[in-house]
T-cell receptor, first 116, second 116 residues
Framework: DTGVSQDPRHKITKRGQNVTFRCDPI?????LYWYRQTLGQGPEFLTY????????KSRLLSDRFSAERPKGSFSTLEIQRTEQGDSAMYLC??????????????FGPGTRLTVT | AQKITQTQPGMFVQEKEAVTLDCTYD???????LFWYKQPSSGEMIFLIY??????QNATEGRYSLNFQKARKSANLVISASQLGDSAMYFC?????????????FGKGTKLSVKP
């Protein structure tokens, strides 16, 4: 078990460019979450997958954001036409779909995006 | 709506002493879970401890314990015998039983600094 991995760890892009991040969850986990964390704040929920189905999207996820999880394995988060306000740490987490409130989410190391 | 409040932006503690990090929450869910995560400067969120709303006893995990006062809606984290490696951001989080699909709601965090 290698834990949740994210790639890249850091991304610097110019405003208006598109960026894509990847998350590889723990292999047997069927739930996958994306969060965004800005400086001085706690993580904020963006979206959630159970297997390949995207079941919930936060209002924070504007039309410029899209996430996929083909075949229920890794996930990608794409931001189109990036804005300076998109600068943040993007965290991915995975968990087992046990239906229990106590089900722990395991987080990856995050991708830090800087939009210049 | 669910909300987590952490009122201490920063805390200092002497090495080997105990420290309490405050967390209050607001929810109308009849059943919910409370989590504490540690985030070192490397960025990864590390799960520390969990408390269920119907648990009869306060949770403990090694040097971490949770002072859960349901009537006051507080879930304070107590770290005993602080170590230099405990210096990090600490986040309190909550998951409800209704409508949240399992995503966590985080507070703004407390930055703990352990002094030698």
């Amino acid at each position: 078990d290698t834990g949740v991995s994210q790639d890249p760890r850091h991304k610097i892009t110019k405003r208006g460019q598109n960026v894509t991040f990847r998350c590889d969850p723990i292999s047997e986990h069927n739930r996958l979450y994306w969060y965004r964390q800005t400086l001085g704040q706690g993580p904020e929920f963006l979206t959630y997958f159970q297997n390949e189905a995207q079941l919930e999207k936060s209002r924070l996820l504007s039309d410029r954001f899209s996430a996929e999880r083909p075949k229920g394995s890794f996930s990608t988060l794409e931001i189109q036409r990036t804005e300076q306000g998109d600068s943040a740490m993007y965290l991915c987490a995975s968990s087992l779909s046990s239906g229990e409130i106590s089900s722990e989410q395991y987080f990856g190391p995050g991708t830090r995006l800087t939009v210049t | 709506a669910q909300k987590i409040t952490q009122t201490q932006p920063g805390m200092f503690v002497q090495e080997k002493e105990a420290v309490t990090l405050d967390c209050t929450y607001d929810t109308s869910d009849p059943s919910y879970g409370l989590f504490w995560y540690k985030q070192p400067s490397s960025g990864e969120m590390i799960f520390l401890i969990y408390q269920g709303s119907y648990d009869q006893q306060n949770a403990t995990e090694g040097r971490y314990s949770l002072n859960f006062q349901k009537a006051r809606k507080s879930a304070n984290l107590v770290i005993s015998a602080s170590q230099l490696g405990d210096s990090a951001m600490y986040f309190c989080a909550m998951r409800g039983s209704i409508g949240s699909q399992g995503n966590l709601i985080f507070g703004k965090g407390t930055k703990l600094s352990v002094k030698p």
